[in-house]
């Protein structure tokens, strides 16, 4: 009897990964919420002191994610919100990013 909660719960983990891999507006979407700091489509406002994102390459915000998320760059929040996300939404947040102009 124990065996059918584990596994019911196991294939709704397959379909989620399943389905959140399939969405292809999945970057923007998780992008969208940097907009508050960082302008729409990681447009920043010009003298606002936060950094545009838009057009900077994949690999160099990823950088700066990571380093957030691991506390060796500090911050007065985003260490807090790259630790809410996983690496592959992160990968797909930069590559988003990377696409702006």
């Known amino acids: 009897m124990k ?4 596994l019911s719960a196991l294939c709704l983990i ?5 389905a959140q891999a399939a969405d292809p507006n999945l970057g923007r979407n998780l992008a ?6 960082h302008g729409t489509n ?5 003298g606002s002191g936060l950094d545009s994102l ?3 390459p994949k690999d160099k915000t990823l950088q700066k994610l ?3 998320k691991s506390g060796d760059k500090p911050a ?15 990968d797909l947040i930069a590559t988003y990013f990377a696409a702006q102009k």
Not at 3 to 6: A, E, H, K, N, V
């Open 3 to 6: 065996l059918l909660p584990m």
């Open 14 to 18: 397959a379909v989620a990964g399943t």
């Open 32 to 37: 969208a919420t940097c907009a508050n700091c």
């Open 42 to 46: 990681g447009n920043a406002v010009k």
């Open 54 to 56: 838009a057009g900077v």
């Open 66 to 68: 990571a380093d957030f």
């Open 76 to 90: 007065s929040i985003m260490h807090q919100i790259a630790k809410g996300y996983t690496d592959e939404q992160l």
